[in-house]
């Protein structure tokens, strides 16, 4: 056991200086989304249509994957463990 775990430790960082500039909280926030270069332009109604046409159908992929998986671990269970042990009575 060390002597030292009661004892407060220094860390390696010193300075606000030496982490970045990310660490300056003397000035106002600016979020990126207020530079005009960071924000996406507007669409027309075509392009959006033709963008969501397909909806969700990935996310109802890996959900549907996520079923089945979860699923076949069931039916493993109940017939590796389940079944071979027999009835309870």
Excluded: C
């Excluded at 300075?15 to 960071?38: F, K, L, M, W, Y």
Aim: charge should be positive; aromatic fraction near 8%.
């Amino acid at each position: 056991m060390s002597a030292d775990l009661g004892k407060p430790t220094r860390s390696a960082v010193s300075s606000p200086e030496q982490i970045g500039p990310s660490t300056d909280v003397s000035g106002p926030h600016r979020s990126a989304a207020s530079s005009p270069n960071h924000v996406a332009r507007p669409i027309d109604q075509d392009a959006a249509v033709q963008a969501l046409k397909y909806g969700p159908r990935g996310a109802l992929v890996i959900a549907g994957i996520g079923v089945a998986l979860l699923f076949i671990g069931w039916l493993a269970f109940y017939f590796l463990l389940f079944l071979p042990r027999g009835s309870v009575g």
